[in-house]
């Protein structure tokens, strides 16, 4: 159903209607100090409104995978590290073992923080206009010293 015809009075203008203002969504308490910081680095790079409730699950488990792959790392620099290698009783089919089962273990939680991402459009890949090889992000603007070729 439309508005009435013709043109708005004065009046009808000069109403502000005032919008509820939307806060960053606050973490939730049972992430740990780490997760927290990942969520509050994460919801500052979109607008508050961009979170709605039902993502929420989805941040929480990003936020987790995140640490999960950091801690995954941690454990890799220990392992690749010349202390570790110089260990005694060191067999080298164990490392190797070891060394394959964190890579493996560091590749789950890199597919799941690519979907989890996807999922909230929170990627670089989500800002990137699909045209062609010269894409563009689609907040950019060219630079001022460059100018669009005569022929375009």
Known sequence: ???????KSAASLSVK??????KRPKPPA???????????AVTKTK???WWASSTFPLLTAYCCHVQNARCIDRLLTVVR???Y?????LDFTDYLNC??????????????????ARSMR????????PRGAGRETVNSNPPPHESKPPWE
């Open 1 to 7: 159903m439309k508005g009435k015809p013709g043109r």
């Open 17 to 22: 209607i005032s919008a509820l203002e939307v």
């Open 30 to 40: 049972e992430l740990s100090s780490e997760e927290k910081e990942t969520w509050n």
């Open 47 to 49: 607008p508050p409104d």
């Open 81 to 83: 590290s010349d202390e």
């Open 85 to 89: 290698m110089r260990q005694d009783d």
């Open 99 to 116: 060394l394959v089962k964190l890579l493996r273990a560091r590749d789950v939680e890199s597919r799941a923080l690519i979907s989890l």
């Open 122 to 129: 929170i990627s670089q890949q989500s800002i990137i206009l």
